[in-house]
């Protein structure tokens, strides 16, 4: 038995991340490497307590905060980081991320 579903046509209109959100990830990817779950967590925890974080709320409401989505980039990054550092008792590499891996593979 084979599973087989069509997938959906690309959306033209779908938009990318923008440049600042690609830049936002890089970073966080860049000051993580070589760290482990412990130091993710301190890291993702200092940059959404900031003042200028936005709340959970804002999160999802919040389109443009005049950083191009810079901001809500990194903290999406460092969550994904972190939940990935979670399931493994190593540090964070981003030569061996499979997300990163497949974001380059598709470009």
Do not use: C, N
Not at 15 to 28: K, L, Y
Not at 45 to 73: I, K, Q, Y
């Amino acid at each position: 038995m084979t599973y087989e579903q069509q997938l959906p046509e690309p959306d033209p209109e779908a938009q990318g991340p923008t440049e600042a959100e690609r830049a936002g990830r890089e970073a966080v990817r860049r000051q993580a490497q070589g760290m482990g779950h412990r130091e993710a967590v301190r890291a993702f925890r200092l940059l959404a307590d900031a003042p200028d974080s936005p709340s959970e709320d804002e999160a999802d409401t919040t389109d443009d905060r005049g950083d191009g989505g810079r901001r809500l980039a990194e903290l999406a990054e460092w969550e994904r980081i972190v939940e990935q550092l979670s399931l493994h008792a190593g540090t964070y590499d981003v030569e061996a991320d499979p997300y990163v891996q497949g974001e380059r593979a598709a470009h």
